[in-house]
């Protein structure tokens, strides 16, 4: 399948989820009365509630990790078990609406390898959240040269056997998305966003502030490494060497000598130069062979 109308038949429906029975029914019942999809599976990560079971009534594939292993490890679970052509991922909270995935499969019909299903302004569940995402997507921009809307939506619809090169580079966490948008420009596949409301999700949210707000922060170093890292190295190697000839300049005008602080930075920028060279070349090594 490379262009034309992508069928349902040829579709699996991936949702991970933990402990999610408050959304969960609802929907469902809204998938199924959406199309008749090749396969809805609920990836149950490791629930103390009623997910498994509501899943199993709704005739879904019910994968179950015997105890929680992360947002992207139940992504993962349901990619290798997935036998439709495409996959639409989606969150059981009831953020995403099922209404929606046709307009992604109909991109992915024009001849897109990835569509993400860009959320629009008050679609985020916190300003601060929002503000980070923002970030996110203009460094995303900067580092592929490509227009990102939504770097770490989790609401996409993917060719299968292209999302699954790229299993071993996707993280346990909630940082999938991230992960695989940028392996997907690296690896020079066709990327493209769909305009979508998401609500207000239904429940407590699993992210915790202080210790994914860290994790997050890392998000930032990944979105260079997965790409080009020499893209994220180089300017700040450049701004030390900038700081270290002000500062020499000024030391030498003033007290007329080379100082400490002149050499380490100069040192600092040329080691973080060599630095982001060595990981560019690591990360080729990475996508050299990920099968």
Known sequence: MIEGVVKESDVSIVIPAKNESASLAALLEQLHAVAKWREVIVVDDGSSDETQAIAEAAGCVVPRHPYSKGNGAAIKTGARLATGDVIVFMDADGQHAPADIERLLARIGEGYDLVVGARQQGSQASVGRGLANGFYNRLATYMTGHEVEDLTSGFRAVRADKFREFLYLLPNGFSYPTTSTMAFFRAGYSVAYEPIHAAQRVGKSHIKPLKDGVRFLLIIFKIGT?????????????????IATLWYGYTLIVDGRFTNMSALLYTGSVMVFLMGLISEQITALMYK???
Do not use: E, H
């Open 226 to 242: 997965l790409y080009s890292p020499l893209k994220l190295f180089a300017p700040v190697s450049v701004l030390a060497f900038f």
């Open 289 to 291: 062979d990920g099968s």
